[in-house]
Structures are given as structure tokens and as C-alpha cells.
């Protein structure tokens, strides 16, 4: 059940270790330059995700390059955060992707769930199904795809697309397949 998970702090605890893990080999990697990468944290104060882990998702792993003449930042990929969204990022998959078939009660009680208004909930279903097809990422990992996905019942149909018995696991997947645009600045703020 995609619902269920809206509110399983150990789902969200197991993003947070993910995001760690992807943060330490963007630091072993270093700046492009061959430069050392010191912290640089950026504050958050995202949305959506259960209370209890507001302190742990106050803060986006980040870097700057240690060479003076470069400081360039790397900002690691994220399952948690989507671009500068102020939403985490499961939440704009899940509550969406909940959304197709959806009785405009079950949206309403969904929404109430994550505390997010109907005119955030409508941006993220157009982008979903009009911009994110129009992407040039998804136009290239479509392709990777072993079968085609459902533009129109977007991302339910991306979700289920992915063989996993588990609907917890199924999102994982799916967030780890968006991992590239995590890091764009493309995203509109909402
Ligand atoms: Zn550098």
C-alpha cells in the first residue's frame, strides 16, 4: 500500500541513510578540479514527511571544493529532496501518483494526511504528466526501461513498473531512477 507509507518513519529513516550513502562518495569523488570537498550544508525545512523526522531532514548534504580559486559546490543527489521543492520528494510521487482513479474525497483525505494544499497537489500532477515527459531525462531513461510506461497514468505507472513485491520498495526504486533530477535546478519551487 502506497498510503502506508506516507507515514512510516522508518520508510523516511531508510532515505536518510540512502542520502548519506550518496553524500560520502560524492565526497571520496571529489571536485572535478582534484580538489578535497569540505561540508557545506544547506538548511531545509521541507514538508510532508511524518513530524518526527523534522530534525533529521533539516539539512541537505552538500559540499565546497577546499582549493581556493575553485570552491565549486557539489550538491550530492537525494531521495529525499526534489530539486529545491519544498515537499520531500516521495510525497510528490506518492501523493500524486495516488491521485489517478482517486475519489476527489480519498484526494482530499490524502492531502490532509501531508498537509499540502489542492493547487500544490494540481502543479504536481501537471508537471508529472506534462512537463516530466517533455524532459530530456526521461526521454533518455525511458529507453532503460524493461517496458514501457503509461505517459498519462504518470508516476503510478512508472511505479509499477518497477518488479518489486513491495510497494516500499517500488518507490525506493522509483526515487533512485529520478536521482538525476534531484540535483536541477530546473524544478520549479513548489
Ligand atoms: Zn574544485
Redesign the pocket.
Known sequence: MYQTILNDASFYRGLLKFDEELAEQARQR??????KLHSARYPRKPRGMPEELREEYAKRRSFC???EG???RTTPTSFRFLSRRVYVAAVVVLITALRHGATAARVAQLRAMVGVSRRTVERWRQWWLEEFPRNSFWRWARGQLATPVDEQTLPLSLLESFRKPGAGERTIDLLRFILPLTKRSVLQET
Do not use: F, S, Y
Open positions: 571529489g571536485c572535478g578540479c582534484g580538489g571544493c577546499a582549493e575553485c570552491r565549486k
